[in-house]
């Protein structure tokens, strides 16, 4: 198993930028996909991004292609989002997650998650 946790959160103004970052207490870090989740109040969890076990495969929803970018530090058991341009509509709790099968859209098919970290970005 590996344990999660979420930091770089925080508040933001539209246009602005943050740094989440995922660091993980677990050896085999490399061994797992990673993927980042959000989940506004009230909404389901969406998927945000996700990048395989050596980084060299990454996929991104729609609605952040070309503003976040996914990236991990195998060295450093890290994986980060760096997110760009941000409006209100990316206000959320952001959630990292694991697994060993799959590069996946679906938080079903994760199977460790972090606590989150929130995201609040202002008009």
């Known amino acids: 198993q590996v344990q999660l946790v979420e930091s770089g959160g925080g508040l933001v103004q539209a246009g602005g930028s943050l740094r989440l970052s995922c660091a993980a207490s677990?050896?085999?870090?490399?061994?797992?996909?990673m993927g980042w989740f959000r989940q506004a109040p009230g909404k389901e969890r969406e998927f945000v991004a996700a990048?395989?076990?050596?980084?060299?495969?990454?996929s991104y929803a729609d609605s952040v292609k070309g503003r976040f970018t996914i990236s991990r530090d195998n060295a450093k058991n890290t994986v980060y989002l760096r997110m760009n341009s941000l409006n209100p509509e990316d206000t959320a709790v952001y959630y990292c997650a694991a697994d060993r099968l799959v590069v996946s859209r679906k938080a079903e098919d994760y199977a460790y998650w972090g606590q989150g970290t929130r995201v609040t970005v202002s008009a």
């Open positions: 677990e050896r085999t870090y490399s061994s797992y996909n």
């Open positions: 990048i395989s076990r050596s980084g060299g495969s990454t």
